[in-house]
């Protein structure tokens, strides 16, 4: 299995690289106000493919620490409630409801 990636990362690689190769003409990227930038086709699209990227876990950010915070309080009942079971088998101390 460990063979098979890494033929399919070389194959990713160079199809990749003949994609930047053949992709390396100039373009012009127009702005508001008059402002330009000119780069090459390939530089361009990673660029914005890695803005993409960036902006989307940023999304997502959000969400996956509001899990994290879930579980951890989650745990941290689980923790007290296992601590109270075991007192409660010496003496009986009521469970309040969450």
């Known amino acids: 299995m460990r063979y098979?990636?890494?033929a399919l990362r070389i194959v990713l690689f160079i199809v990749l690289l003949g994609f930047a190769v053949k992709n390396d003409q100039p373009i012009t990227l127009r702005y508001f106000f008059g402002y330009e930038w000119q780069s090459s086709l390939v530089v361009v699209l990673l660029l914005f493919f890695s803005a993409g990227a960036v902006v989307g876990v940023l999304a997502m950010l959000a969400n996956v620490l509001q899990q994290r915070r879930e579980i951890a309080r989650l745990k941290r009942d689980i923790r007290v409630k296992n601590k109270l079971?075991?007192?409660g088998e010496t003496q009986q101390?009521?469970?309040q409801p969450s």
């Open 85 to 87: 079971a075991n007192l």
């Open 4 to 6: 098979f990636d890494w």
């Open 93 to 95: 101390i009521p469970i």
